[in-house]
């Protein structure tokens, strides 16, 4: 049978996502005694089906917490809300990502994992998502200094 309920489309604002997603993670964020900091404007989106869009950010978020050292950072910053198109980055100053793995983490599913490390399904799902909702992904990582993602929402959404 089909199933239809990712078919909604919200109109809604990325900010009060983002800050739904923290809420859950908050007791993840205060036990890694990491600081975060949301500079976000009010911008809305549309043509977009928020519960998607919510595991999107918490995929992300997720691996910002998972991946950082105890007492780190994340900043969650967006850019070009008045603009063509609109981004929402998440970046953290955890472990990085080396050059080589760069280019297979929405795909790849690790082949052997523990409970403790996860699956690796969050990204190909994070990349599920955003096929299906329209939105660009971007990563840019340093190893040993921290990652960077950024999710773009296109003229659709605005
Ligand atoms: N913010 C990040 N910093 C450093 N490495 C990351 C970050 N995000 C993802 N990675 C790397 O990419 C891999 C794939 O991420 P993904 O979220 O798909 O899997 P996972 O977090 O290991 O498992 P799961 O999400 O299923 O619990 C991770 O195992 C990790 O090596
Ligand atoms: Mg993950």
Redesign the pocket.
């Known amino acids: 049978m089909d199933n239809n309920q990712f078919a909604d489309k919200d109109i809604l604002i990325t900010r009060e996502v983002v800050e739904q997603v923290v809420e859950e993670l908050q007791h993840r964020i205060e036990q890694k005694e990491i600081v975060l900091d949301i500079q976000l404007a009010h911008t809305s989106v549309k043509n977009i089906n928020r519960d998607l869009l919510f595991q999107l950010f918490y995929?992300?978020i997720?691996?910002?917490i998972?991946?950082?050292k105890h007492g780190g950072s994340i900043q969650i910053t967006d850019q070009g809300a008045s603009n063509k198109s609109y981004t929402v980055f998440i970046e953290?100053s955890?472990?990085?990502?080396d050059e080589q793995?760069l280019g297979e983490?929405f795909y790849?599913f690790?082949k052997v994992?523990t409970r403790a490390?996860?699956?690796?399904?969050?990204?190909?799902?994070?990349d599920s998502i955003a096929r299906h909702e329209g939105l660009l992904l971007n990563v840019a990582?340093e190893k040993g200094k921290?990652?960077r993602?950024g999710v773009t929402f296109g003229v659709n959404h605005l």
């Not at 955890?94 to 990502?97: Q, R, S």
């Not at 490390?117 to 994070?126: C, D, S, T």
């Open positions: 995929n992300i997720n691996n910002a998972k991946f950082n953290d955890g472990a990085g990502i793995q983490i790849r690790k994992a490390e996860g699956y690796g399904l969050g990204l190909a799902i994070v990582s921290g990652t993602f």
